[in-house]
């Protein structure tokens, strides 16, 4: 029996959901261009998400992604304008992370102020990962504002604890 998307299935225990993506929107109270590098530099990442990467924002190279050595990924950028928008294709990654796309779109909101629209798309289903990425996104860009922001960094081995 198929259910639409969104109903509960009472025989699985999980949520039926078609096509899931993970979306975060926020402010981050820094120029655009300093979330820009954030979101695009190996440093900037480093400091919030990965703990390597490589790689530069110009659509069509590659990116690696390294989260430690059972997780050493890699991305396509499949969208790059300055202080616009960023958009990795997963290549080399977990097999539910496989083609699926990571991107930031960037609105300037005044003077030192940009609003960050987040998303994770190409989930096949809303399973187990699917729920702990949600969770792991939202922590891993908490640090990423406060990274921009203030300057706090944050141990890679310490981040998902903050």
Same mark, same amino acid.
């Given at each position: 029996m198929r259910l639409s998307a969104g109903t509960w299935n009472l025989e699985l225990g999980t949520w039926n959901v078609k096509m899931p993506d993970i979306?975060?929107?926020?402010? =981050?109270? #820094?120029? *655009?261009?300093? =979330?820009? #590098?954030? *979101?695009?530099?190996?440093?900037?990442?480093?400091?919030w998400w990965t703990e390597r990467s490589s790689g530069r924002p110009i659509e069509g190279t590659e990116y690696e992604l390294w989260f430690g050595p059972d997780y050493d990924w890699r991305a396509v950028v499949r969208s790059?304008?300055?202080?616009?928008?960023?958009?990795?294709?997963?290549?080399?990654?977990?097999?539910d992370w496989m083609g699926a796309r990571v991107g930031f779109r960037l609105q300037p909101a005044g003077d030192a102020q940009t609003q960050v629209r987040f998303y994770h798309t190409g989930w096949a289903e809303a399973d187990d990962h699917y729920r702990t990425s949600s969770f792991c996104w939202a922590m891993y860009l908490r640090i990423m504002k406060r990274w921009v922001e203030k300057g706090e960094e944050v141990a890679y081995r310490d981040r998902l604890d903050v």
């Open positions: 979306l975060h929107d926020f402010p =981050v109270f #820094a120029s *655009v261009d300093k =979330v820009y #590098a954030a *979101v695009t530099t190996p440093e900037g990442l480093d400091a790059a304008e300055t202080n616009r928008t960023f958009e990795l294709e997963l290549t080399s990654a977990s097999s």
